[in-house]
């Protein structure tokens, strides 16, 4: 389920209530929900899914936003909203949605991502909405939100706006713990961290912020105004999980989407444009010809590493800006994690671990603005794992982390000589398992 543009998608349709008493006036059914939960499944039929009805109104979100978040949304000073560098469509949606609906609200409020946006959500997005570093380099943001990310890949500019706030608002849904000394801000620097590992999209966390603002204010918005906001909460949680798949879509996203999309305001073909502008067939089949592939298997457990060449990389990224001068070297990227994801469900790996590495003679004959768009390291490492916790405990062996089936981290060593870690790293992992296992059936 990885696109919804090449034909009309036309979900089944009931009676719902408008846009502007959707969330606000919502009846929640089961009002103990765990919004985190797993759904048992969301039936699919080829690219496409149909989403179920369980009836989930947005205080199950809602609830679980500290107010102190709540605070700062609301607050009437200056507010800078910042992604990470290179971002997802997460990442920029949530930035843009939540500085949309404090405009809307009438609050002043700045987007900022340390680059160009992907392709998946360049459609949702306004011509110059994103402030630029010499923009924000300017002035001064009494509030500074990061969303989808903990600090350590915001630009420069975005980082002396950090020292310069004086509240620091992080929302994210990856396994962080950022502190005011790993955020390079004062002790007097008023800091709130609000961590929902069972987000399936930080876009969903700003939807609730906003919704909690929202009601606070009394706010009445047009149907327009609901429109801005939720575009690009919708593009981006549907990126985030991969076109609502059944392993990375809760109860509560699935009930929240479905209610979005049944109330007829969003034109779906426009919101999922973007979807639709994949890396040429052609280019594709050439840059994963440099795709190795190294299976490893310890005891029952199969695992497997990926490595990718990354001049290749770069010469894929060339043929698809000829194309699209606007495409990224992040979208080569997750058209390459795409097919090793595919790859790891067509298998059934427990786990595997992908790397491209880009040394910094490759890096030099780039133009700075191209050379601005790939990792601040040398090597970027994507970690994928079936079960729960196990993808940010081998990212976190390499300084980085994650969401509980995926993450990430970057490294300025040899790209073989992580993935050789990586591997014993799993692999004592697993006899650890083993060795746990029967230790606790012998003492029974």
């Known amino acids: 389920m990885k696109t ?9 349709v009931h009676q719902a209530p408008a846009l502007t008493r959707l969330f606000l006036d919502a009846p929640v059914v089961a009002p103990l929900l765990d919004p ?27 609830k679980r936003v500290p107010d102190g978040v709540v605070d700062a949304f609301l607050h009437p000073g200056s507010c800078l909203v910042v992604g990470d560098a290179p971002g997802d469509p997460d990442c920029f949606g949530s930035a843009v949605a939540w500085a949309r609906a404090r405009q809307i609200l009438g609050l002043p409020a700045a987007a900022h991502v340390n680059g160009p946006p992907p392709l998946a959500i360049a459609p949702v997005l306004r011509r110059d909405e994103l402030a630029t570093a010499e923009q924000i380099a300017q002035r001064a943001y009494e509030t500074v939100v990061l969303v ?34 790993s955020l390079g801000i004062g002790e007097d620097t008023e800091l709130v961290v609000w961590k929902e590992l069972g987000a399936d999209a930080a876009a969903l966390m700003t939807l609730a912020t906003a919704l909690r603002g929202i009601e606070r204010n009394a706010a009445d918005l047009t149907a327009d105004g609901w429109r ?24 509560a996203t699935v009930g929240m989407v479905r209610s979005i999309i049944d109330a007829g305001e969003l034109d779906l073909k426009e919101v999922f444009a973007g979807f639709d502008r994949s890396i040429r067939s052609d280019v594709k089949r050439e840059l994963l010809r440099h795709l190795a592939e190294e299976t490893h298997q310890e005891g029952t457990f199969k695992f497997a590493t990926f490595a990718l060449d990354g001049q290749a990389m770069l010469e894929a990224w060339s043929k698809a800006r000829a194309v699209r001068p606007d495409t990224t070297w992040s979208d080569v990227l997750y058209s390459v994690l795409d097919v090793v994801e595919e790859r790891t469900r067509a298998t059934g790996y427990g786990a595997v671990v992908f790397g491209v590495e880009t040394p910094k003679e490759q890096r030099a004959n780039l133009p700075p603005e191209l050379a601005e768009q790939l990792p601040p390291t040398a090597v970027k490492l994507s970690v994928r794992s079936a079960a729960p916790g196990m993808a940010p405990w081998l990212a976190r062996k390499f300084g980085g982390n994650g969401k509980p089936h995926e993450a990430g981290a970057g490294s300025d060593l040899p790209l073989s000589k992580l993935l050789a870690e990586a591997v014993t790293h799993l692999r004592a992992n697993v006899r650890l398992e083993q060795t746990t296992k029967l230790w606790l059936m012998g003492s029974r």
């Open 36 to 62: 985190t939960r797993r759904p048992d499944l969301i039936p699919e039929a080829g690219a496409y899914c149909e989403l179920t009805y369980n009836r989930v109104g947005a205080s199950v979100w809602t």
């Open 148 to 181: 989808d990310n903990d600090g350590t890949r915001i630009g420069p500019a975005a980082q002396e706006a950090l020292k310069r706030a004086k509240r620091v608002i992080i929302v994210d849904h990856h396994d962080i713990a950022p502190t005011k000394a």
């Open 4 to 12: 919804v543009g090449k034909q009309p998608w036309v979900p089944h």
């Open 228 to 251: 801005d906001l939720l575009a690009p909460i919708l593009a981006a949680t549907y990126s985030d999980t991969r076109g609502f798949e059944a392993a990375r879509s809760s109860s």
